[in-house]
């Protein structure tokens, strides 16, 4: 007997029972439907999971990504990733007492800190914040717009549940229909009762305040704790800089730690900073006279005659080239140490890196690393291509800074946020002594490099607590280089000493 197939069996049933068959097909259509929506379901919910594991940190999962759409990137190996984000929290509810303004001025990590110090003031105060101005008639000239640098949206959703941002201010308010709000400057250093006795009743009359300057306006020390904190998540998690900025540094970063362990050397003998301080040290008498002639034209760089000698000797100058190869060397690094130049144009150009580039051959820009397509984007804005040496400097294994400039202390504050990182905080008053003596052949070269290594044994970046000097702000640490409060156990930070605390010696 012929055996009839599966399939032609059933045929044959439907053929004897239509209405059984078309039952059949209906539920078979139902089933591919089901399946069909369960698939773009998985696929969304995926997409999603991806998304937001590369808003909060971009490489989180990108073998994930690359597993799906068939890419093999190497993963980057960015060793500066801050703690996991908490999740969004709820907007906090809260009666404003005003609209607060601010206009930032200085360089990247000036305005950086600025910007948390006001997202402090405006908590405190419960006022809304309008996204801040940044300062575009500064030495550097920089046309960015806070959008341009930070992510934005971030910065606002992250705080909702501490303050009200707003990206501009209602149109009753702006100066283009008439309105003028109090402009002024909040006293320098200042600590929570100035703003609540000063500024705060000021809003009674005034429904928009604007700060025209707001560099170091509140206190290193004496705040309180919550508001310490705050001023640490600014930091460390709402500023997050644009996806463009961040996937550059990254690449960048990666770039250099697949061809091992590198230093970051802030030299900060750049134009700009020689004329403000008045350093010449090493200059030419033609360039001495330029530097000078900068620092007349611009009427906020108070001190115009300044003697280069007394400045270097109370160690006020930025080491030169020449003598950050001989300190380098004294702290044992070699010719085989890979070492970022983390700056922008240094003064006197490659001439003047000649004798550390012979020293350390290894030695590399930004400029070299990448395409300059890839730059493109960011040439002509400073504050742009300053956020890719941060993220190197936060990223790379040893920090070294040659003047301690706003970059230096905050990228100093990052790296002991993120474990004690090794920052050698150069003191560079004693090397100034041990560099002449040296030079003069007072010190060989073997008591100089001990005398070196022994000057800053204590200076590696290890947890301490700030320095504070009463009345006297300038004297004491800056809060942002060492931002105690935000990863000590308890609001004494007597345990930030205790021995499970050390610096990270890598080389």
């Known amino acids: 007997m012929e055996v009839r197939s599966e399939s032609e069996a059933l045929q044959v049933k439907l053929d004897k029972f239509p209405g059984q068959g078309q039952a059949v097909q209906k539920t078979r259509l139902q089933v591919w439907f089901i399946r069909v929506c369960s698939s773009i379901l998985i696929w969304t919910c995926l997409v999603q999971l991806v998304a937001v594991g590369e808003l909060w940190h971009p490489q989180l999962l990108t073998g994930l990504s690359n597993r799906f759409t068939g890419t093999h990137k190497l993963s980057i190996r960015v060793e500066e990733s801050l703690p996991f984000p908490p999740p969004l929290l709820p907007a906090r509810e809260y009666k404003s007492n005003g609209f607060l303004t601010v206009s930032c001025n200085g360089g990247l990590n000036q305005m950086r800190a600025a910007i948390c110090d006001m997202v402090t003031v405006a908590r405190l105060l419960n006022l809304t914040l309008v996204v801040p101005e940044l300062d575009k008639t500064s030495f550097w000239a920089d046309p960015s717009n806070f959008e341009d640098i930070f992510d934005v949206r971030h910065f606002i959703d992250s705080l909702k549940d501490e303050v009200r941002i707003v990206k501009r201010l209602p149109k009753r308010f702006n100066r283009r229909y008439g309105y003028q709000p109090l402009d002024m400057p909040p006293v320098s250093w200042s600590n929570e009762s100035y703003y609540l006795q000063q500024i705060l009743p000021l809003f009674s009359r005034h429904n928009v305040i604007h700060f025209n300057r707001t560099d170091t306006r509140l206190a290193n020390n004496g705040i309180s704790l919550d508001l310490q904190k705050l001023r640490c998540r600014v930091n460390f998690q709402a500023l997050k800089f644009t996806p463009q900025i961040e996937a550059l540094g990254y690449k960048l970063v990666h770039i250099l730690q697949d061809k091992g362990p590198f230093v ?13 301080s008045g350093c010449t040290q090493g200059c030419t008498e033609e360039e001495a006279e330029e ?37 380098l060397q004294a702290l044992g690094f070699d010719k085989r140490t890979q070492i970022y130049i983390a700056s922008g144009e240094i003064y006197g150009s490659e001439r003047r890196l000649a004798v550390l580039r012979a020293a350390f051959p290894r030695i590399v820009k930004k400029e070299m690393l990448l395409d300059l397509e890839d730059l493109r984007q960011f040439q002509n804005h400073s504050s742009q291509m300053a956020a890719l040496d941060f993220m190197v400097s936060v990223s790379s294994n040893t920090f070294i800074p040659s003047y301690d400039g706003n970059m230096a202390r905050v990228v100093e504050g990052h790296r002991r946020y993120l474990g004690f990182k ?12 041990l560099l002449d003596m040296h030079q003069n052949r007072t010190l060989s070269w073997h008591e100089f490099s001990v005398a070196v290594r022994l000057a800053h044994e204590r200076r590696m970046g290890q947890p301490t607590l700030r320095r504070v000097v009463p009345d006297k702000p300038k004297e004491e640490d800056y809060f942002y280089a060492n931002p105690q409060e935000c990863f000590c156990n308890r609001s004494s930070c007597d345990d930030l000493l205790g021995p499970s605390n050390s610096t990270e010696e890598v080389r």
């Open 422 to 433: 090794k920052t050698i905080q150069l003191d560079r008053r004693r090397l100034v002594e």
């Open 291 to 327: 530097l000078k002639r900068l620092r007349y034209a611009f009427p906020w760089w108070r001190e115009k005659e300044i003697v280069s000698e007394e400045r270097r000797s109370q160690g006020l100058c930025p080491l030169t080239p020449e003598e950050a190869a001989l300190v």
């Open 264 to 276: 970051a050397l802030h030299l900060r003998y750049e134009m700009d900073m020689l004329a403000f």
